[in-house]
């Protein structure tokens, strides 16, 4: 596969969202704001400042929903009104969520992250994935995730996959009532990140730590790997009007604790033989 550059020089991409207008919208998660790539190549930005957004969903009346630091929110571009969604969890603040993905019921899964420690660079606390209704319900659904990432379900809703950074790359069984069940080992990767599932049940799995992305068979096995310039590959996404344009996202090397080294923050664009499955809205009100 070969790729194009559609723009770099930023620090640390995050959540690739294409629209149907082919609008491709991201986040930088240590510069904060969420941003927009025009089909003519310009940028607009907007919510400067939150940091953290590591998901991007739509909402089903022209909202965006945006993970971040101090939890949910659904932001609308023309008004510019932040309609806040999930802010406390057990009667405290959520703190940071990470990557999120509609359920295809209009709510979302969403993994909650000890963003000031992973920051830091040291060891995270271990956090739960939610399910959030779009009553408002919250749903416990997997206890003790260190550094929840990519999230993503298999083309027939009956399995779902998680990435835990630094430990594994998982798979659960959906129970009937969306609980999740007989969690297990799918690929033993340390430096999974964003994910995203095709039409075909592969998996698309971005690497930080391996220059590119992993495509999965649905038994596990290998597929391919696709090579990119910089290491620090963070997130995966198809688009496009046949859903055939992938896009990847990618961070920059720092030093521990933190210290930036270089932005090579990149967003690269190719085309898969295998068209991505449509991404759900959600329905929040």
Not at 26 to 32: A, E, L, P, R, Y
Not at 45 to 70: E, K, M, Q, Y
Not at 122 to 128: I, L, W
Not at 213 to 240: C, D, K, L, M
Request: charged share 25%; aromatic share 10%; net charge negative.
């Amino acid at each position: 596969m070969e790729f194009k550059t559609l723009l770099s020089g930023w620090e640390f991409l995050e959540a690739p969202r294409a629209d149907t207008g082919g609008n491709l919208y991201f986040s930088d998660v240590t510069i904060g704001g969420l941003h927009k790539r025009l089909p003519d190549g310009r940028i607009e930005s907007f919510l400067p400042g939150r940091t953290w957004i590591g998901g991007i969903a739509f909402n089903d009346d022209g909202g965006i929903v945006c993970s971040g630091r101090s939890g949910l929110i659904c932001f609308y571009e023309k008004t510019g009104e932040i309609r806040p969604l999930l802010s406390e969890l057990d009667g405290k603040p959520v703190g940071a969520i990470n990557d999120i993905y509609p359920d295809g019921h209009g709510g979302l899964i969403a993994g909650l992250i000890d963003s000031k420690n992973v920051g830091a660079g040291r060891p995270a606390e271990p956090r739960p994935l939610i399910r959030l209704d779009k009553s408002g319900a919250v749903t416990r659904l997997c206890e003790g995730v260190g550094v929840p990432n990519g999230i993503g379900f298999s083309p027939d809703w009956r399995q779902l996959y998680l990435s835990e950074s630094y430990k594994a790359l998982w798979v659960f069984d959906v129970a009937p009532d969306g609980g999740l069940e007989s969690r297990r080992l799918f690929a033993d990767i340390k430096d999974a990140d964003g994910l995203a599932v095709d039409a075909e049940g592969g998996i698309w799995v971005a690497r930080f730590d391996s220059f590119g992305v992993t495509r999965f068979r649905p038994n596990g096995e290998i597929a391919a790997h696709y090579e990119v310039p910089v290491r620090e590959v963070q997130s995966v996404s198809f688009g496009g009007k046949d859903l055939r344009d992938l896009y990847i996202v990618t961070g920059s090397s720092y030093t521990n604790p933190g210290k930036l080294t270089e932005k090579t923050g990149t967003i690269y664009q190719g085309r898969s033989d295998v068209p991505g499955l449509p991404l759900p809205v959600t329905r929040f009100r």
